[in-house]
């Protein structure tokens, strides 16, 4: 395959790379950019060149495929030099995304036109490395240190209008192709502008420093601080010894444990949307949309449809609850407003997209339903029986389950093909994960459904097994066992908070359960002993026995005082527990997190071997994404790997 063409516009030579699908910069492309500068800069005929791919994207970075690998020449690097050094000033078109190396590489073009809806950045610092092509070297130079140090330590993309009013681009165009001709021979009749690594650079204020490295601290990631730190050098040194510091710092990073850790979540978010069981399979519409239930969670669910563009209608057990299920929905645009994320036109809009009532016949026309009700076996079934007597045969019809099994729900189902399991995270419109759990009689379509609807709301979407907790709840229970166990061996509640916040999670076992409530766990566990299963009793049961169940008590591992909530060592609970606590160890912070990744990691392997999960990377999205273990860390099966 040829991966870049010429065709000329009068003086121009019109350069399309073509590199599907985002137009990666492989060992293929690099050698082709650089060997195309000297092959037009030999022709006579042509003044200057536009840039311009192919497909859905500018350049869009490295190719992932070669990471890991050693570099071959020529090095990004050289490329980007040898673009800014032809003879013939070369236009960057951008359409899609110039991200990393892509940027970088337009940044090596005398100049930059993009359609409004491209964006520019530079990301690296998401995958724990800082850009090492003359990302905090040119960016400075083209556009200011200010901007440079927004874009680089921060790694979120830039809209083109932006980008226009920093000085990363020179021109927003509509046509692009014909726009950045016109663009590159007005050019050639103008002052040509300096290269920009012959830009100067002033210092800045040491305040300023200091300022921007509070601003890109961010717990347990070095590569935002090593950027801003390479940007300073480029703004106190020549641009050939900022070049050799940043790609020393580059390719220190690109060895570190943290780059990693973060290209292994990378790649394993890339594969999960797509699973290849289910190529070529069609999922069904889901464009009117019911949920059951109006609560925490399916209002939730509900506005994560609505903003996505689906009708809801909202079914609740009488008027008065149907109120308070509306009243919950708008309650989330209504944040989204105060936060400056959502307009009041787009309030109204989004709220005149959802309508309550108590009548399942309502659900007729329905494409989609989710249930979201109280996590009771029998109430689960008598609202799907109702769902079976007035929904479509082909409407998809799920269950937001966190522990009960998916069959059990759907026993007696009319079309049971029809079903799934959907297992979204509270909040709903704003938690990522969402696990997606087939039962033997879903049909390929409504598991490809599930996966799309996953696409359709921003989430990540795992394929999980039935068991009880499926892949999250079950870790979570060992994790949590395995934390109280070492209560009972005399470890301090707050050292073993301590030490996983101290490994990167926002809140430690005893904190989080004391926000959640323990009557939750509680209950689950009170509704398998009225079963018959044998349950043995927990800390959490001695706890919530006595009234104490978290925060919202004003005690549960902790105490709270009213209207603050901080957590205190609490005497109560030790003179609760003190019955079970056998021993008195005081074990290092960094030790009681090992062992707490390891459980976690071996409950991993248990799924894994009775094919719940069916790669370990799916049970690290699912801690990453739905519990809060540290992205810079991989997940625990990538933590405790050998």
């Known amino acids: 395959m040829t991966l870049l063409t010429v065709r000329r516009d009068g003086e121009i030579a019109v350069v399309t790379l073509d590199n599907p699908p985002v137009n990666a910069i492989s060992e293929a492309v690099r050698k082709g950019l650089f060997e195309m500068v000297g092959q037009l800069d030999a022709d006579p005929e042509v003044r200057a060149v536009v840039l311009i791919c192919a497909g859905r994207t500018f350049l869009a970075g490295a190719d992932v495929r070669e990471f890991g690998k050693p570099p071959v020449e020529p090095h990004l690097p050289q490329v980007v030099d040898r673009i800014e050094a032809a003879r013939k000033p070369w236009v960057a078109a951008i359409h899609g995304a110039a991200l990393g190396g892509g940027f970088e590489i337009a940044m090596g073009c005398r100049f930059r036109v993009a359609v409004e809806t491209a964006r520019v950045g530079l990301p690296e610092v998401t995958l724990g490395v800082i850009p090492g092509a003359s990302g905090t070297v040119r960016t400075p130079r083209l556009a200011g240190v200010e901007a440079a140090v927004d874009l680089v330590t921060n790694g979120r993309p830039m809209p083109a209008g932006s980008a226009l009013k920093v000085g990363l681009i ?41 300022k921007a490295r509070k601003a890109a601290v961010k717990a347990g990631h070095q590569a935002p601080l090593r950027a801003l730190d390479s940007i300073r050098f480029a703004t106190e040194h020549g641009f050939a010894a900022a070049m050799a510091h940043e790609r020393e710092a580059f390719l220190d990073l690109r060895g570190s444990d943290e780059a990693a850790a973060l290209r292994h979540v990378f790649f394993a978010e890339r594969a999960a949307p797509k699973p290849s069981a289910l190529k070529g399979i069609e999922p069904r519409p889901f464009k009117l949309v019911g949920v059951i239930g109006g609560g925490t969670m399916g209002a939730g669910i509900a506005a994560a449809c609505r903003e996505a563009g689906m009708e809801i209608i909202l079914i609740e057990r009488d008027e008065g609850a149907v109120a308070r299920g509306l009243s919950n929905v708008a309650a989330i645009f209504d944040g989204a407003v105060k936060r400056g994320k959502l307009a009041e036109a ?47 045969p082909d409407a998809v019809l799920a269950t937001n389950t966190s522990y009960l099994d998916p069959r059990a729900i759907a026993e007696g189902l009319p079309h049971p093909e029809r079903f799934i399991g959907l297992h979204f995270f509270s909040p709903a419109h704003i938690m990522k994960l969402l696990e997606i759990v087939p039962t033997p009689d879903t049909a390929p379509e409504v598991l490809a459904t599930g996966f799309a609807l996953a696409r359709a709301l921003n989430k990540m979407p795992v394929q999980a097994g039935i068991c009880e907790g499926f892949i999250g709840n079950r870790i979570l229970k ?36 004391d926000l959640g409530g323990l009557d939750i766990a509680f209950l689950q566990r009170e509704g398998a002993r009225a079963a018959g299963e044998d349950v043995p009793e927990t800390l959490g049961d001695i706890l919530v026995r006595a009234g104490r169940k978290g925060q919202k008590t004003g005690g549960g591992w902790y105490d709270y005082v009213e209207g603050d909530r901080a957590a205190r060592p609490s005497p109560r609970a030790a003179e609760l527990l003190s019955a079970r606590i056998t021993g008195e160890q005081d074990l290092p912070r960094p030790e009681i997190a090992a062992h707490l990744v390891r459980a976690m990691a071996s409950e991993g392997a248990a799924i894994l071997e009775e094919g719940i999960a069916e790669r370990p990377e799916d049970i690290d999205l699912v801690e990453v994404h739905g519990y809060g273990f540290p992205r810079w860390k991989g997940g625990p099966m990538f933590a405790s790997r050998g």
């Open 346 to 392: 787009g309030r109204a809009e989004r709220i005149a997209g959802v309508r309550g009532s108590t009548d399942y016949a309502e659900l007729a026309q329905a494409d989609l339903v989710i249930e979201a009700v109280f996590e009771e076996i029998g109430v689960k079934r008598a609202v799907f029986a109702e769902l079976g007597r007035v929904c479509r």
């Open 170 to 210: 020179d021109a927003v165009v509509s046509d692009l192709e014909g726009d950045a001709v016109a663009f590159a021979r007005a050019a050639l009749d103008a002052e040509m502008p300096m290269p920009v690594s012959k830009r100067p650079l002033e210092p800045m204020p040491e305040e300023f420093w200091q």
């Open 478 to 513: 060992r994790y949590r066992a395995e934390a109280e166990a070492l209560v009972t061996q005399g470890v301090a509640i707050s050292e073993i908070d301590a030490a996983m916040r101290g490994y990167g999670f926002r809140m430690g076992p005893f904190e989080a359960q």
